[in-house]
């Protein structure tokens, strides 16, 4: 039997009292828009009840229930899932509810309209503050600086499960979500760009807001310009 056309991955960490609202909304969309799908969760070393709720909220949909024995960040979780996933197409969403499953119609409508390999998506609002923006203005100029794109990318995208090499992909952290756009982008893979909308998380704190996180993104791209030379030379060695 072929596998689904989609995968989505949804990857958590900490998310008890979120979760399983957050897939019970998911299921409910899918089974109406995208009735082939499966999920695919990621728990990312959650010390609370989040993979207990995560079970009772998907048993009986077509999923995977995959878990990592500590911590080891978003990027990790998307590479765990990207692995596991049996969709051409994959997707993901964040366990906080701030991104509605039809934002999923959203990238697919504009994948098969204008025929792109990947769909990225920048929100329509989000209010981070001042500092965000000013550091999220930053982080593109120096994107387009290093390594020559000028990236369009907040949150969530669909691409060929094909395009992604999670072994290529070093980074387990958020970093993950600039250096494969970067990748995709210097590579000339056709993409769209779509506008979403962003909620208010259904509860809780945000885990991925952190300035340490967002200063450690500048070393990042150095990083990831020296090992793109390195792997440009190797293939023309």
């Given at each position: 039997m072929s596998g689904p056309e989609l995968s989505v991955i949804i990857f958590a960490f900490n998310e008890?009292?979120?979760?399983?609202?957050?897939l019970l909304e998911l299921r409910q969309w899918l089974s109406k828009h995208e009735p082939s799908a499966e999920i695919v969760f990621v728990d990312d070393g959650s010390s609370d009840d989040t993979s207990t709720e995560a079970s009772k909220a998907l048993a009986g949909a077509p999923h995977q229930l995959l878990r990592h024995d500590r911590n080891r960040g978003i990027g990790a979780a998307l590479k765990t899932g990207v692995r596991s996933a049996k969709g051409t197409w994959v997707t993901f969403l964040p366990a906080d509810g701030?991104?509605?499953p039809d934002a999923i119609g959203t990238l697919r409508d504009a994948a098969a309209r204008d025929r792109s390999e990947v769909v990225f998506s920048i929100y329509d609002h989000?209010?981070?503050g001042l500092h965000r923006k000013v550091l999220s203005a930053g982080v593109r100029a120096l994107i387009l600086l290093v390594h020559g794109v000028r990236m369009q990318s907040d949150g969530p995208y669909l691409f060929l499960r094909s395009l992604f090499d999670a072994d290529?992909?070093?980074?387990d952290t958020f970093f993950l979500n600039f250096e494969f756009p970067i990748r995709i982008l210097g590579a000339g893979v056709p993409t769209t760009v779509v506008t979403i909308a962003c909620r208010p998380r259904r509860s809780g704190q945000s885990k991925s807001t952190g300035l340490k996180r967002i200063y450690g993104v500048a070393q990042d791209l150095l990083e990831l310009r020296v090992r793109r030379v390195k792997e440009s030379r190797r293939r023309t060695a």
């Open positions: 008890q009292d979120n979760i399983a609202p957050v701030q991104i509605a989000r209010d981070d290529q992909l070093v980074p």
